[in-house]
T-cell receptor, first 113, second 108 residues
């Protein structure tokens, strides 16, 4: 049973660099959302994509961008990395774009040094 | 502003004791609320949602609109219930607003 998969699982980057995180949703799911989870905090919403269109955006700077591909997989890009971007980045997929159940991936641990 | 508050970072109980994890929310409109759980080294997963009104693993949660609360309860805690629990509120635009989480530790 293939759940939501994210790659890579761990990543170390230097300040100022750019990073791309990847997510493959559950087969048949058309919506992908991205969350940032800083240590000791709950996940914080970054983006939602449904049917390849951006449906929601959280309170994050323009350095954060994302896209969804025709096969519904998604990428999250972060430019000009700051130390404060160090976090666990979670991807969640759901069948619809509304409040249907979200299934989470295991996350990508990003460390910025 | 929409917000979810979980006032306890850590809740420690003994096996067999009742458990209540508190969740309060701020939302203008009819809220859609969830409890997510994360067991050690596992991914975040849905435990229950208020719409379904079901009991999962012995846990229940009742939406109290008057008190704007959605507390998670279990009458008899088990050691395998030890985990991180997050209350979440669904907002428009596919956004889940999470609380800070409560770590539940069930001691033998």
């Amino acid at each position: 049973d293939a759940g939501v998969t994210q790659s890579p699982t761990h990543l170390i980057k230097t300040r100022g660099q750019q990073v791309t995180l990847r997510c493959s949703p559950i087969s048949g799911h058309k919506s992908v959302s991205w969350y940032q989870q800083v240590l000791g905090q709950g996940p914080q919403f970054i983006f939602q994509y449904y049917e390849k269109e951006e449906r929601g955006r959280g309170n994050f700077p323009d350095r954060f961008s994302a896209r969804q591909f025709p096969n519904y997989s998604s990428e999250l890009n972060v430019n000009a990395l700051l130390l404060g971007d160090s976090a666990l980045y979670l991807c969640a997929s759901s069948f619809g774009g509304g409040g249907t159940e979200a299934f989470f991936g295991q996350g990508t641990r990003l460390t910025v040094v | 502003a929409q917000r979810v508050t979980q006032p306890e970072k850590l809740l420690s109980v003994f096996k067999g004791a009742p458990v209540e994890l508190k969740c309060n929310y701020s939302y203008s409109g009819s809220p859609e609320l969830f409890w997510y759980v994360q067991y050690s080294r596992q991914r975040l997963q849905l435990l229950l949602r208020h719409i379904s009104r079901e009991s999962i693993k012995g846990f229940t949660a009742d939406l109290n609109k008057g008190e704007t609360s959605f507390h998670l309860k279990k009458p008899f805690a088990q050691e395998e219930d030890s985990a991180m629990y997050y209350c979440a509120l669904y907002n428009q635009g596919g956004k889940l607003i999470f609380g800070q989480g409560t770590e539940l530790s069930v001691k033998p």
